[in-house]
């Protein structure tokens, strides 16, 4: 079952700051987020486990909150190059607790960044 | 190379005809996805190989589509008599091994036009 985002699309000033929300009804492995330019590859932001460990870009956070599935980003100090498509992919838990890799992608986060 | 790299780019089919979209993966990456991103939506789950093992292959559409990686590097994504349904950008993606910890790096993509 696909995650939902919200909200669908922000605008912002550079500077301001924004928040993008990813939920899953079903029990999570792991929560992925990329950023997506038109016409060219999801770039990858940040990866959370269950457990609490993360990896991603020093000037991007993240947060998973596992008893809730529920996971944000949160851009800081936004810049003109922030602006592209936002989407969270989620993996479920597989066999003994693990998963390969599979995501479901959410629908995505349109962000605008104006000078 | 640096990254994945897909080809074509483009591709336009008349209905009916048969496509081989090609994956070449960043070198020494064993799991490779191909996914399939409709237009103003988040990629959604093809199938998965595992080297040169088709592990999972639960989101290929119909038996339209069909996927190989015989050598456990570059892989083949073909669709056979295509219908307009079938037009969206198709996306591979590789990481490094079969947990899920590793980073799925995508390639920019085949957008494929159905007419």
């Known amino acids: 079952q696909q995650p939902v985002q919200s909200p669908q699309a922000v605008i912002l000033r550079e500077g301001e700051d924004a928040v993008i929300n990813c939920s899953s009804s079903k029990a999570l492995y792991s929560v992925h987020w990329y950023r997506q330019k038109h016409g060219e590859a999801p770039v990858f932001l940040m990866i959370?486990?269950?457990?609490?460990e993360q990896k991603g870009h020093e000037k991007i956070s993240a947060s998973f909150n596992e008893k809730k599935q529920q996971s944000s980003l949160y851009l800081t100090a936004s810049q003109l190059s922030y602006s592209g498509t936002y989407f969270c992919?989620?993996?479920?838990?597989?066999?003994?607790?693990?998963?390969?890799?599979?995501?479901?992608f959410g629908q995505g986060t349109i962000l605008t960044v104006h000078p | 190379g640096a990254g994945v790299s897909q080809s074509p780019r483009y591709k336009v089919a008349k209905r009916g005809q048969d496509v081989a979209l090609r994956c070449d993966p960043i070198s020494g990456h064993v799991s490779l996805f191909w996914y399939q991103q409709a237009l103003g939506q988040g990629p959604e789950f093809l199938t998965y190989f595992q080297n040169e093992a088709q592990l999972d292959k639960s989101g290929l559409p119909s038996d339209r589509f069909f996927a190989e990686r015989p050598e456990g590097s570059v892989s083949t994504l073909k669709i056979q008599r295509t219908q307009q349904e079938d037009s969206a950008v198709y996306l591979c993606?590789?990481?490094?091994?079969?947990?899920?910890?590793?980073?799925?790096?995508f390639g920019a993509g085949t957008r494929l036009s159905v007419l």
């Open positions: 959370l486990l269950k457990g609490g």
């Open positions: 992919g989620t993996e479920r838990n597989g066999a003994g607790g693990t998963s390969y890799g599979k995501l479901t």
């Open positions: 993606a590789t990481k490094p091994g079969r947990i899920a910890k590793n980073i799925q790096y």
